[in-house]
C-alpha cells in the first residue's frame, strides 16, 4: 500500500453550512486516494459525502483544513478534478459530441482535434453512432455515460462521481457498472465515487470509505480484495456486503437516538 | 395535414371577405364610410404596382417604415440584450437598475412622443427613438429572466470542465441557456416595435411610411387607401413575426417538444 502514489490527499478537513441552525457537514475528516484506484464512499443519507465531493471538486470551500492534489492545495474547481453529478448535467443545447467536445474546446484544441479526440471518448463509452443526438433524445443509462466520457476527455488526474448511477432502474444500473468497471480498467483514472448503495460499493471499489452520520467522518476503510469481474453472490462478496451493511446500521441508529432524544418533551 | 390546414385559412379568409363585402354592398352603401372588400383589394394592387397621386405607392412607404422599424429595432436590441445579461447575471447590478427599469416601463412609448419631437425634432431618429423605447423593455425582461434563471448544474458542470472565467461561462453557458427567453424577446420586441413605427409615423415625423400615409388618407377621405395600408401593416407585421419564428426553430432544434406540426 505505501508503495502507491497519493494523488489526492484530504487534511484535517471540517464544513459548516452557516445558518440558523448552522449544519456541521463534515468534521476533522483526513483521507488519500491513490493513483489509479478506484474508490467508493458510503455513508447514511445526509451525512455530507456530496458536500466532501464538492469540496473535492473545488465547487465548494472548507471551513478549515486542506486539499491537496499531488501535493498542491487546489484553487478552485478546474478540469483535473472532474465532476460527474447525480443528476444529468449534460447540456441540453448540446449534441452528444459537442458536449464531450466541450472540455476539449476549452483546452484550446482545434474543431477537428477536438473532435477526434471526442470521437475516442464516445466510442469508449460505447455511444458510436449517437453522437449528433441530443440529450432529450438518450435514455438515462446514455445520459450518464455521454456524462462521462465528457469528463473523461479533460483527461483528470481525478474523477469525482456523485450517485452517477442512481436514478436509473436495476438492470441498466448493474450493466452500467460493469461498463464503467471496463472503461476503467482500460483508463485507468483514479475515480472517488459515491453512492448510497453498498453492493455497489463493493462491486466497484478498491477500497470503500464508510463515512459516519453527520457530521461525517470516516468511521472505516475497506479493502476489497476480490477478483474482478466479480460475483455478486460469491460469498466472499456477501460477508463484505454484510459487514459494510452494519455499519451502516449503527450509523443510522445513531441518528434514530439522536432525533427520538430531541423528540421527548 | 398541410394541405388541409391551408384549405381551413383560405375558407376562413374567403368568408371574411363575403362577409365584409356583402355588409358594404347591401346595408352601409357608402364608400367612403366603409368600401367593400373588392374596392379595397383593387386599391391595394394599384398601389401596390402604380400608386395613386399626391404621393400613396405602398412598396416605398413599407420600405421606409422598415427602415424606421430597423433603426429602432436594432437599437432595442443591442441596448436589451447587453442590460438584460448584465442585470441578469449581476445582482448588484440588478437590484440598482431595478426601480428606474420599472419606473419607466409603465410609460406607453406613445407618451414619449412629445418630449421627442422637442428633442430630436421631426426626424428619422426620432421616430427610431419612440419605436426603441416601446421594443427595449420585452428584450431587457426576456433576456434577463432567461439569464438569471441559468440552471446552477450548468454552471458547476462547466466550471469543474474547466471554464473557469466569467466571459467563458457567458458565452459557453449562459447564452446558449438563456436562448430560448432572448428569442422569446426577441419576437416580443419586435412585434411591439412594428406597432411603435405606426405610432411614431402618425405625428408626421418624415413625409413617407405607412403610420405617416394612412393619417395623410385621411384628409382626402379616401377610406380605401386607409385600409390597404392597414392591411399592409398587418402583412408585414406578419411576416416579420413569421422570420424570427422560423429562425427561433432553427436556433432551439434542441428543445424538447418545440416541434410543432
Ligand atoms: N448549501 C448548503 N447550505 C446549508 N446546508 C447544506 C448545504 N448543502 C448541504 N447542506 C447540509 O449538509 C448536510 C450534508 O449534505 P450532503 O448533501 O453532503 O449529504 P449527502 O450525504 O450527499 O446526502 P444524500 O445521501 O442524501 O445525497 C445535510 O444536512 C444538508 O442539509
Ligand atoms: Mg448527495
Known amino acids: 500500500m505505501s508503495l502507491r502514489e497519493v494523488v489526492l490527499s484530504v487534511r484535517g478537513l471540517k464544513k459548516v453550512f452557516e445558518g440558523s441552525p448552522s449544519v456541521v457537514a463534515i468534521e476533522s475528516l483526513n483521507m488519500d486516494v491513490y493513483d489509479g484506484e478506484f474508490l467508493c464512499i458510503v455513508g447514511p443519507s445526509g451525512c455530507g459525502k456530496t458536500t466532501l465531493l464538492r469540496i473535492l471538486a473545488g465547487l465548494e470551500k472548507p471551513t478549515s483544513g486542506e486539499v491537496l492534489l499531488k501535493g498542491k492545495p487546489i484553487k478552485g474547481p478546474g478540469p483535473d478534478r472532474v465532476m460527474v453529478f447525480q443528476e444529468y448535467s449534460l447540456f441540453p443545447w448540446r449534441t452528444v459530441l459537442g458536449n464531450v467536445m466541450f472540455g476539449l474546446e476549452l483546452k484550446g484544441?482545434?474543431?477537428?482535434?477536438?473532435?477526434?479526440?471526442?470521437?475516442?471518448?464516445?466510442?469508449?463509452?460505447?455511444?458510436?453512432?449517437?453522437?449528433?443526438?441530443?440529450?432529450?433524445?438518450?435514455?438515462?443509462?446514455?445520459?450518464?455515460?455521454?456524462?462521462?466520457?465528457?469528463?473523461?476527455?479533460?483527461?483528470?488526474?481525478?474523477?469525482?462521481?456523485?450517485?452517477?448511477?442512481?436514478?436509473?432502474?436495476?438492470?441498466?444500473?448493474?450493466?452500467?457498472?460493469?461498463?464503467?468497471?471496463?472503461?476503467?480498467?482500460?483508463?485507468?483514472?483514479?475515480?472517488?465515487?459515491?453512492?448510497?448503495?453498498?453492493?455497489?460499493?463493493?462491486?466497484?471499489?478498491?477500497?470503500?470509505?464508510?463515512?459516519?452520520?453527520?457530521?461525517?467522518?470516516?468511521?472505516?476503510?475497506?479493502?476489497?480484495?476480490?477478483?474482478?469481474?466479480?460475483?455478486?453472490?460469491?460469498?466472499?462478496?456477501?460477508?463484505?456486503?454484510?459487514?459494510?451493511?452494519?455499519?451502516?446500521?449503527?450509523?443510522?441508529?445513531?441518528?434514530?437516538?439522536?432525533?427520538?432524544h430531541s423528540l421527548r418533551p | 395535414?398541410?394541405?388541409?390546414?391551408?384549405?381551413?385559412?383560405?375558407?376562413?379568409?374567403?368568408?371574411?371577405?363575403?362577409?365584409?363585402?356583402?355588409?358594404?354592398?347591401?346595408?352601409?352603401?357608402?364608400?367612403?364610410?366603409?368600401?367593400?372588400?373588392?374596392?379595397?383589394?383593387?386599391?391595394?394592387?394599384?398601389?401596390?404596382?402604380?400608386?395613386?397621386p399626391p404621393s400613396?405607392?405602398?412598396?416605398?412607404?413599407?420600405?421606409?417604415?422598415?427602415?424606421?422599424?430597423?433603426?429602432?429595432?436594432?437599437?432595442?436590441?443591442?441596448?436589451?440584450?447587453?442590460?438584460?445579461?448584465?442585470?441578469?447575471?449581476?445582482?448588484?447590478?440588478?437590484?440598482?437598475?431595478?426601480?428606474?427599469?420599472?419606473?419607466?416601463?409603465?410609460?406607453?412609448?406613445?407618451?414619449?412622443?412629445?418630449?421627442?419631437?422637442?428633442?430630436?425634432?421631426?426626424?428619422?431618429?426620432?421616430?427610431?427613438?419612440?419605436?426603441?423605447?416601446?421594443?427595449?423593455?420585452?428584450?431587457?425582461l426576456n433576456t434577463r429572466h432567461g439569464v438569471a434563471s441559468v440552471e446552477v448544474r450548468y454552471l458547476e458542470a462547466a466550471m469543474t470542465l474547466g471554464a473557469t472565467s466569467s466571459l467563458t461561462l457567458i458565452r459557453k453557458i449562459v447564452i446558449p441557456a438563456a436562448l430560448p427567453s432572448i428569442m422569446t424577446g426577441i419576437r416580443v420586441s419586435s412585434g411591439v416595435a412594428w406597432m411603435c413605427v405606426v405610432a411614431a409615423e402618425l405625428f408626421g415625423v418624415a413625409p413617407y411610411g405607412l403610420g405617416y400615409k394612412i393619417d395623410l388618407a385621411r384628409f382626402y377621405l379616401a377610406t380605401d387607401i386607409i385600409i390597404a395600408y392597414m392591411i399592409a401593416i398587418g402583412i408585414l407585421g406578419l411576416m416579420l413575426d413569421r422570420v424570427y419564428r422560423a429562425i427561433e426553430e432553427k436556433a432551439l432544434a434542441w428543445r424538447v417538444g418545440l416541434v410543432i406540426a
Open chain 1, 109 to 260: 484544441l482545434s474543431r477537428q482535434e477536438a473532435i477526434r479526440e471526442a470521437m475516442k471518448y464516445i466510442m469508449l463509452v460505447g455511444l458510436e453512432g449517437f453522437e449528433n443526438m441530443y440529450p432529450h433524445e438518450l435514455s438515462g443509462g446514455m445520459k450518464q455515460r455521454v456524462a462521462l466520457a465528457r469528463a473523461l476527455a479533460c483527461n483528470p488526474d481525478v474523477l469525482l462521481m456523485d450517485e452517477p448511477l442512481s436514478a436509473l432502474d436495476a438492470q441498466t444500473r448493474n450493466y452500467m457498472q460493469e461498463e464503467l468497471i471496463k472503461i476503467w480498467d482500460r483508463t485507468r483514472k483514479t475515480i472517488i465515487f459515491v453512492t448510497h448503495n453498498v453492493e455497489e460499493a463493493v462491486y466497484l471499489g478498491d477500497r470503500v470509505m464508510v463515512l459516519t452520520a453527520r457530521p461525517a467522518k470516516i468511521k472505516s476503510t475497506i479493502e476489497v480484495n476480490i477478483e474482478r469481474p466479480r460475483n455478486r453472490f460469491a460469498s466472499e462478496f456477501l460477508k463484505l456486503r454484510m459487514k459494510i451493511l452494519d455499519m451502516l446500521r449503527e450509523e443510522i441508529e445513531k441518528v434514530m437516538i439522536r432525533s427520538n
Open chain 2, 1 to 52: 395535414m398541410k394541405f388541409k390546414n391551408l384549405l381551413l385559412y383560405l375558407t376562413s379568409l374567403i368568408a371574411f371577405l363575403l362577409v365584409w363585402e356583402l355588409y358594404c354592398q347591401l346595408i352601409v352603401r357608402n364608400p367612403m364610410f366603409l368600401p367593400p372588400s373588392s374596392r379595397v383589394f383593387a386599391t391595394f394592387i394599384e398601389l401596390m404596382i402604380f400608386g395613386r
Open chain 2, 56 to 140: 400613396f405607392f405602398l412598396p416605398y412607404d413599407m420600405l421606409y417604415s422598415l427602415f424606421h422599424y430597423s433603426i429602432g429595432f436594432s437599437l432595442a436590441l443591442i441596448v436589451g440584450f447587453s442590460m438584460g445579461l448584465i442585470t441578469g447575471w449581476i445582482k448588484l447590478a440588478n437590484e440598482l437598475s431595478y426601480p428606474i427599469i420599472e419606473l419607466i416601463r409603465p410609460i406607453p412609448p406613445i407618451a414619449w412622443i412629445p418630449i421627442t419631437i422637442l428633442m430630436l425634432k421631426l426626424t428619422d431618429a426620432a421616430a427610431g427613438f419612440i419605436i426603441f423605447i416601446g421594443a427595449v423593455f420585452p428584450m431587457l
